[in-house]
């Protein structure tokens, strides 16, 4: 009706497309409105559980002490008598651990699941302290130091390592900055060389799509290798790898093992596996069962030793391969 009266002259036509264009834009904006009352609501809850755990006290104790800077690399680690629980268990997952790591060697150590492989890397990376026991570096108990330079002395990939979406060089580089060339040396050295060739924007291709359409997906070798690209990339004194190959091709696989003696160099390394068959070649094994260090030697010794946990798993493994 408000039409007919605008014909017939009552109001004018431009009126009222302006003030039924006013109505529809306030109705639009009050739902807009209502929306992000509700948004702001939820939001609140999320932020508030964010707030929270950033005001959990930190209990870990920090030392203060620096890490020697040493150019032969000669940082030793120690296990003593280690035991440890996780917070909110009561049975242990590495029990009167000792273990010292020979500077500037490979240590393969190898286990059945749950043993306490990845345990002890989390205590290396004092990720928990350790119940009972200590872990010295060179000797000092290593809460003593000051933690952001005792980590400068590792370059780990752990079992469930991240990749972020964001461009390749910056994951390799772990930071904003990246040193393109040695991004693209470390990537071809972890295997990833080809791959990257093939990306039209190089290190500055984006992994995953989610800030960026045209960015790559990769599958779990490909993340595997450009973890350790990461790895390489850090050039630390002490590298430790949880299950480096267990995505890669068998292909894949013996070239980083190839190459492995020229990657590490002579840095200290730790690799885990579940590949007897790969940590045959390492002249140092270290075999876990139930949170313990049980043999540890090369593999003829340790297979010589007679209804051994290593001559299980090794022969468990071995029917396949024969
Ligand atoms: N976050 C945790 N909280 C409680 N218990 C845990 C936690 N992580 C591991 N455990 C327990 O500690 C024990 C050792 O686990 P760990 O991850 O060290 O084994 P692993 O040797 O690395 O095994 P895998 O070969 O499967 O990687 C297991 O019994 C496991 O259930
Ligand atoms: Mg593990």
């Known amino acids: 009706s408000i039409g007919l009266r605008a014909l017939a002259g009552m109001y004018a036509i431009g009126s009222v497309v302006q003030y039924v264009g006013a109505i529809t834009s306030l109705v639009d904006n009050l739902t807009a409105f209502v929306y992000t009352c509700a948004g702001l609501k939820t ?3 999320y932020l508030a559980q964010f707030y929270e755990f950033l005001d959990l006290p930190d209990i870990k104790y ?12 000669h940082y030793e680690i120690e ?13 242990y997952a590495l029990k009167n651990f000792d273990l010292k790591l020979r500077v500037g060697q490979r240590l393969a150590v190898v286990g059945m699941n749950g043993s306490g492989k990845t345990t002890m890397i989390k205590l290396l ?6 119940t009972e026991g200590e872990i010295t570096l060179n000797g000092i108990n290593i809460k003593k130091y000051d933690y952001a330079e005792y980590m400068d002395l590792f370059a780990v990939v752990f079992q469930d390592f991240k990749l972020f979406a964001l461009p390749l060089g910056q994951n390799v580089a772990a930071a904003a900055q990246v040193d ?3 991004a693209a040396l470390c990537l071809e050295k972890a295997g990833f060389g080809k791959r ?45 790898l949880d ?9 894949a696989e013996s070239e980083v093992y190839a190459k492995f003696n020229e990657i590490v160099k002579a840095k200290t390394a730790v690799y885990i596996s579940h590949r007897l068959s790969s940590c045959r070649f390492c002249d140092d094994i270290a075999v876990f069962h139930e949170g313990r260090l049980v043999q540890r030697g090369n593999h003829e010794q340790l297979l ?10 090794w022969n468990a493994q071995a029917q396949y391969y024969q």
């Open 43 to 45: 939001n609140c809850q």
């Open 62 to 73: 920090k030392g203060s002490l620096t890490t020697e800077k040493r150019i032969d690399n």
């Open 79 to 91: 296990f003593h008598n280690v035991s440890f629980k996780y917070p909110g268990t009561d049975t």
């Open 125 to 130: 990376c004092r990720l928990y302290d350790p």
């Open 180 to 182: 393109q060339e040695r």
């Open 196 to 240: 990257l060739q093939g990306f039209s924007q190089g290190l500055d291709t984006c992994l995953y799509k989610e800030f960026d359409k045209e960015g790559v997906e990769v599958s779990g070798g490909e993340a595997q290798k450009i973890a350790l690209a990461r790895a390489l990339y850090k050039d630390a004194p002490i590298i430790v």
């Open 243 to 251: 299950e480096p190959t267990a995505a890669l091709d068998p292909i």
């Open 304 to 313: 010589g030793e007679k209804g051994s946990k290593y001559e299980e798993l």
